[in-house]
Nanobody, 127 residues
């Protein structure tokens, strides 16, 4: 069983920064794609950022481009999401997701493309 465990959420003021981490554990698992999604109360889960195994191909939602950076630490089997210049509208539960499947670019932004999910970590941005 593959487990994804997120950490690093919390309360921050507008303009502040947070760094989320996602650790993959369990049976040997090689992800071809990993992603971050978020879900605010009353809204659908939305794409935030994703990257392929090579780490070079990274994709971001327009709403976070230039403010958020996704990265991986292969030694620690960890995926990070550095969030800077946070806005009120970034408030949501953030989820880490992974899949062993090869995805076409458009599919990387779709929640249904991912097989494994973390439990989520709350990010709250206050004024």
């Amino acid at each position: 069983q593959v487990q994804l465990i997120e950490s690093g959420g919390g309360l921050v003021q507008t303009g502040g920064s947070l760094r989320l981490s996602c650790v993959a554990s369990g049976r040997a698992f090689s992800a071809n794609a990993m992603a971050w999604f978020r879900q605010a109360p009353g809204k659908e889960r939305e794409f935030v950022a994703a990257f392929r195994r090579n780490g070079a191909d990274k994709y971001y939602a327009d709403s976070v481009k230039g403010r958020f950076t996704v990265s991986k630490d292969s030694v620690k089997n960890t995926v990070n999401l550095q969030m800077n210049s946070l806005k009120l509208e970034d408030t949501a539960v953030y989820y880490c997701a992974a899949t062993a499947a090869g995805l076409i670019t458009s599919s990387m932004r779709t929640p249904n493309s991912y097989d494994y999910w973390g439990q989520g970590t709350q990010v709250t941005v206050s004024s």
